[in-house]
């Protein structure tokens, strides 16, 4: 009988453990350990009465990428719940304190926590009243959470849910996954000082959905410009204004989207257009009718105002075939439009990409366009080309091509890269063969291109308050003089990595490219 | 975890030995006797049983003289409980004590159990040391102490106990764990109190 009894005391004890998954650190030192298949508790002391067992003298729990400690953990068997007071759990981006905490079931919750990305210290945190953490999936949601950078109260959030493997950028809603977080705060110096806050985010009900634009532009030169822009955004609805006042006056751009509908202008651009567009979609075909008011100056200036209505339909099928490290992507398209005032239009063409994925990576393909008749505004025109593109990839090697029947031009540029563990040196050739006179697709004259960039990329900085350095040199082979020169450093304090950066262009490359230095300042959260 | 407590049932098995004072023996082949010193020598080995207890005791050399001691080698016990060997053992009835070396144990609830030596004191307690293992449930230990009139068992040294998918360690050389059975609860517990570890870690230095 008392076999069965502690039986049925060690598998509940054993199965609290369990669904702790989502917790775990080096547990495996502790003088006592308990190793389950997915997670190991372990402490300075252990003590089991056949209801409750107590670690004790520095408790932990480790588990997938998950480590909990508390100076005990008590499992009462009767009602199977595990709880610890003063919990610290490190995830490999997070690290959490808690009042206290229970497990019961699948379910974590916690109260009084504290969170943070800092590698030390707590100068980026968010506080927050309760977690709820699902020990299967890793989610934890915190509720009623108050973000503090330097103590400084910057926002407060209703409900946040994130995952493990997210960055807090995402979990904010500051970045989509894989970005780096934009900074907020601008600074830098090119024709002018640029000092202001650039799509600062302002805190919602659940993530920073409304962001704010304030920013100076130029100053000091003499075409200074003041921006003040607003965008917001929930599922199917956005919304953003920019304003900018310069010497010569003012100007605007922005748009609306509403499900179907939208109003979108530029008036530097000279293009106004409200209207709506549906999508449909049946497998691999879309289908998009459409219909707008609108106004463009197609080559940018006043004189070729058109204004007008146009209404039409665009229809895509996107074929896509995979076999092993083989893929085939074909996209061909058809766009028509009716105007009131004019013919009509009509586009077609597609593109067709093969890609190898394997050892090395290659692609190849072509994309083509036709047009028929005067495209007069820009949201249904589609641009004639005729493009032959390729590139492969190998361990320390890019290479990439296209050429332009149209224009009879081909640029591309290989990369070579030696990686070590403190970084990788780099050069890139770039070049661009009977470009001269081409015009690019905002007007501007191309010009050839022969240019030579070497570099170094440091490791991304694992430690704290690390340096690392990222100087780039650029040689112009066609002018023959160094086309551009830039050095990045890069300071990692516990919550932080700083950027201050000089580059400077000193022979333009590209019709988008002016000569000028350039002095930057970013921030990211480490 | 638990399941070490079953190291409890081969006590139980030992405690029986004291009933040897009264047997049954039954050579294999020739039984010596040196009138001199009363000892009897099985060359050939053969059986000792214990009627009242059922416990037999098979080897294949055997040396003994009744009222005193025991000897055997290539020694099997067989009780209802389990079958339990010895390379070498050696019973003597003042003080009541058995001693083994290369102690083997088996039976339904746990089997493959060994240790490089094994001894059993009057006072029902059980010292298993060197190199303790069994392989179901999974068992690695320096010294086991098994206290039987007290239902506590305290292992010392580092050890490992795995039952199903779960392994329990005492990763120090200094480990100890304490077991103990009332109540129908089991109880265990790595900080042993000073008074049993005194009373208890002297028995493991008799070995």
Partial sequence: ???????????????????????????????????????????????????VALFTDGACLEARGLTLRAPSLRYDQASGELTAREVEVETPRYRFWAEEAWVKGQTLRASGVRATTCRCGEDLRLLSQSLVLNTQTGEAVLEESWLEVYRFGLARFEELTFSPGQSLGEVLGLTEAGEALPAPLRFDF?????????????????????????????????????????????????????????????????????????????????????????????????????????????????????????????????????????????????????????????????????????????HLGYSWGTESGLGRFWLERREATHRLFGGLELPGLELRAEHDFLKSQTQGSLRLGYRQDYGEFWLRYSFCADCVGKTTSNGRSDWERRELVLGFTPSPLTCTYDLSLSPLLGYDFLRQGVSRFGLELRYADCCFVWRLGYQEVRIAQHPDEIPSGKFTFGLEIR | MQRVLLLLVPLALFSLASRFAGFEVRPRGSSELDVGTGIYTLPNGGTITDNKSGLVLEARYIQYKEGEFIRAQGAT?????????????????????????????????????????????????????????????????????????????????????????????????????LLSFAEGRVRASTRVPAEILNRLRPYADRL
């Fill in chain 1, 1 to 51: 009988m008392w076999r069965l009894k502690t039986n049925q005391a060690l598998g509940s004890l054993v199965a609290t453990f369990l669904l702790s998954l989502a917790w775990a650190a080096p547990c495996r030192e502790q003088p006592y350990t308990l190793e389950t298949p997915e997670g190991l508790a372990g402490g300075g002391n252990l003590e089991f009465d056949g209801e």
């Fill in chain 1, 190 to 362: 090119d024709q002018g000082l640029n000092f202001g806050l650039s799509e600062f985010p302002l805190a919602g009900p659940q993530r920073f959905s409304t962001r704010l634009t304030l920013l100076g532009l130029r100053l000091g030169s003499p075409d200074p410009v003041l921006r003040l822009g607003l965008s917001a955004r929930e599922r199917q609805r956005r919304a953003s204004l920019q304003l900018d006042a310069k010497p010569s006056g003012f100007a605007s751009s922005g748009e609306v989207v509403d499900g179907p509908l939208f109003f979108v202008h530029d008036s530097a651009a000279g293009r106004y257009a409200f209207g709506l567009r549906q999508g449909y979609s049946w497998a691999d075909l879309a289908f998009s009718p459409f219909g707008w008011v609108a106004q463009d100056w197609r080559d940018g200036t006043p004189a070729t105002q058109v204004q007008g209505l146009a209404a039409g339909a665009e229809l895509r099928y996107a074929l896509s075939l995979q076999e092993g490290p083989f893929r085939l992507r074909m996209e061909p398209f058809g766009v028509f439009a009716l105007y009131d005032q004019a013919p009509g239009y009509l586009a077609y063409g597609g593109q067709v990409e093969g890609r190898y994925e394997g050892a090395f990576n290659l």
């Fill in chain 2, 77 to 177: 016990l067989r009780s209802k409980e389990g079958d339990f060997s010895a390379s070498s053992l050696e019973y003597l009835q003042k003080p009541d004590t058995l001693r083994l070396n290369g102690v083997r144990f088996s039976s339904k609830e746990i089997r493959g159990l060994s240790a490089q030596q094994g001894l059993l004191l009057k006072e029902d307690v059980l010292v298993l040391k060197g190199e303790v293992r069994s392989s179901e449930p999974y068992l690695e230990a320096a010294t086991v102490v098994v206290d039987t009139p007290k239902n506590q068992a305290l292992v010392l040294g580092a050890f490992a106990f795995r039952d199903g998918g779960t392994t329990l360690r005492g990763n120090r050389p200094d480990s100890t764990l």
